[in-house]
């Protein structure tokens, strides 16, 4: 009976997750910007995971801060954390995560025109996150999900020539917010 017991604890240890992964979902250039990150194993199935993600070389970017009067330049950065739980263990494995994202966006519209303004957004994205994950012995892995959130917006527009309108129309601010969702493609490596 003692045999039969050691083979079974030795299963559950033999594919923790590592405690180091560096990790490029280049998915996002179709939706809000490609994203590195980096994971600390916090335990043999909980990671801690930061990332830095390029918003304005996502497409989608560009469709959402867009305007009848043409978006003419977009800057913006955006980085974030969260923890993600990994069940089971075997060497593949679903996953459920939870990440907080900040963004700043500047956008410039109808340059050089009358009616010339810019758009300066701040956001704090909250997101759930859930796929599996597929291992490889070289320590390669590629996520495969989906993401599911919201987006709570706070925005600043001007215009650049101040004679165009009042002083009450120079200038916008609000507050929005925003739902989404978003498909998961990520490869990585585990150390």
Known sequence: ??????????????????????????????????????????????????????????????????????????????????VIYFFGDKRNRPYAGMLIDYNRFKGLYAENKDWEWDETTNSIVFLLNGGYRFRFESGFFINTGAF??????????????TSYGSSDESSRTGTDAQPFGMVEVTFGFEF
């Not at 996502?58 to 009067?69: A, C, Q």
């Open 1 to 82: 009976m003692l045999f039969l017991v050691i083979p079974l604890i030795a299963s559950s240890q033999e594919y923790p997750i590592s405690k180091f992964a560096l990790s490029v979902n280049p998915i996002g250039f179709l939706q809000f910007g490609p994203s590195v990150s980096v994971e600390a194993g916090l335990t043999g199935s909980l990671v801690l995971n930061a990332h830095v993600r390029f918003p304005t070389l996502g497409l989608l970017s560009y469709v959402v801060n867009d305007d009848n009067d043409g978006l003419d330049e977009l800057k913006g950065f955006a980085f974030g954390a969260g």
């Open 148 to 161: 599911f959130g919201v987006a709570i917006n706070s925005w600043d527009w001007d215009y650049t020539d």
